[in-house]
């Protein structure tokens, strides 16, 4: 559990990080050293779930000794598949990041939302829906493992 007390924000207590694969974790579906580092560290306070339309078939080169999970999404009104899934885990309870328009819904709905850049870019909708908007990934889920940066973020 990640929990902080965000002022204007209100109490955070996230039990669920959802993460889409292409272009959030990596480019083309592929996370570096540093981004399975961090989930490895961030595996320790939340439950990890990667979902994916999996575009480039990499998601079974993810690791998942650490207890990542992997969905996959069937084709199809994918951004409404993810906002279920949030909803499903309960939304109040998780933490999305993503970057393209089948994250946009998920993003809105999630606690937290965090909208990655990155190198393939970030869908419009899913930069107005996000609370937290950042360049890279590493910096997205340092966020996560320095919640005082989260803090210093949203505070009002
Ligand atoms: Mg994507």
Redesign the pocket.
Known sequence: MLTIDIPGFGELAAENLVM?????LGLEGVPDAGVVRRLRDLSQTLTLTVL??D?HGRARDLPTDFGLCIERLTPGREAEQKAAFVRGLGAAATIAI???A??AIMLREARVGICVIGD?GACAPGLLNADVVVHHIHHGLDLLLKPKRLLATLRR
């Open positions: 889409d694969l292409n272009g959030t994916t339309s575009t993503g970057n393209g089948n994250d393939e």
